[in-house]
């Protein structure tokens, strides 16, 4: 893993930003989706928000300062919002494809959300443990300036 640039911070915020402007407002346009997005969706937007908000506010931190063991403490709490995010969107799964292509597409993001879920459960575990040690991130090979 590679410790974020600034630039990706502010990105990072500028996304969470429109992330948090676009699922709000899922349940305002949901009618035009022919039943795709169900009534349940404002269920999950307690996660969502609370994910988006530590992600932007955690990126502004990161942005500004980042020291080892502080950069791997937000990447934790991040993962962790992330993965909470990712399992109440699986419980309650807002989304039904059933009556458009068939439930085969329900299946398939379904199993993507199972792979993301174990993707985040990972990084919880790995930021975790660099929290614990204050383990510094490798750049990558080209930002090593001199070599």
Known sequence: MKEKKTSECIGAMIGGVIGLVIVNSVPGWAHLTHGVILESWTKILWAANLSMILQIV?????????????????????????LVSAIVFYNVFPLDFSHIVGNWL????????????????????????????????????????GE
Do not use: C, D, M
């Not at 931190?61 to 962790?80: G, T």
């Not at 993707?119 to 991130?137: C, N």
């Open 58 to 82: 955690g990126n502004f931190f990161l942005a500004v300062y980042r020291p080892a063991r502080l950069y791997s403490f937000i990447q934790l709490i991040l993962a962790l919002a992330g």
């Open 106 to 145: 329900n299946i398939l993001v379904k199993a993507l959300l199972i792979l993301g879920i174990a993707g985040s459960f990972i990084a919880v575990i790995v930021h975790l443990v660099r929290t614990i040690l204050g383990t510094q991130y490798k750049p990558k090979q080209s930002e090593i300036v």
